[in-house]
């Protein structure tokens, strides 16, 4: 296993259209983390998943948001109707639960850009 | 209300220097962790180190050790000998323990550390 995957690398997509990102975490990973990060912020938290189970969401996650985690394993990021706004880069990182001294690992993000 | 501050956007070091970068945090929680970050231009967040509010001493690996002030509420990462590679954005994070994002790390806006020749 090397690592969190993250795909795609870069995406540019039309205002109006979906698009869904993939990350595959750490395998033995259960705790699952979304994040969004701007131009010269750091990565704000929208969402985490124990498990296959979406646990907490941020209020940033508009309801043009939805997560999955089926089967726990792999995670989805879908935004519909995209706007201008939306472009970012996002992060997903894994942990070990019940572990609050261990380090998320991140992936190397989907770079969105909405044109 | 800010939870990390980072309060420097950019810093400069000569090559085998050292440099502190400084963060502080808040937080009414008494248990927490707080993390350093490396973000180069590839994107990827890459851990550097972790120190425990109720770690005793202060954390060090390799290169990198936190400067963990608990009753001023800061975690400076101080990085010695700095090589050019250590070139890239650096992010303090902290995570609560009574978190209900599931210990989501809460991020600083970063500094910019450029290494010279």
């Known amino acids: 296993d090397t690592g969190v995957s993250q795909n795609p690398r870069h995406k540019i997509t039309k205002r109006g259209q979906n698009v869904t990102f993939r990350c595959d975490p750490i395998?033995?990973?259960?705790?699952l983390y979304w994040y969004r990060q701007t131009l010269g912020q750091g990565p704000e938290f929208l969402t985490y998943f124990q498990n296959e189970a979406q646990l907490e969401k941020s209020r940033l996650l508009s309801d043009r948001f939805s997560a999955e985690r089926p089967k726990g394993s792999f995670s989805t990021l879908e935004i519909q109707r995209t706007e201008q706004g939306d472009s970012a880069m996002y992060l997903c990182a894994s942990s070990l639960a019940g572990q609050y001294r261990a380090e998320a690992f991140f992936g190397q993000g989907t770079r969105l850009t909405v044109v | 209300a800010q939870k990390i501050t980072q309060t420097q956007p950019g810093m400069f070091v000569q090559e085998k220097e050292a440099v502190t970068l400084d963060c502080t945090y808040d937080t009414s929680d008494p248990s927490y962790g707080l993390f350093w970050y490396k973000q180069p231009s590839s994107g990827e967040m890459i851990f550097l180190i972790y120190q425990g509010s109720y770690d005793q001493q202060n954390a060090t690996e390799g290169r990198y050790s936190l400067n963990f002030q608990k009753a001023r509420k800061s975690a400076n990462l101080v990085i010695s000998a700095s090589q050019l590679g250590d070139s890239a954005m650096y992010f303090c994070?902290?995570?609560?323990?009574?978190?209900?994002?599931?210990?989501?790390?809460?991020f600083g806006k970063g500094t910019s550390l450029l290494v010279t020749p």
């Open positions: 994070a902290m995570r609560e323990g009574n978190s209900n994002s599931g210990y989501a790390l809460n």
């Open positions: 395998s033995e990973h259960n705790r």
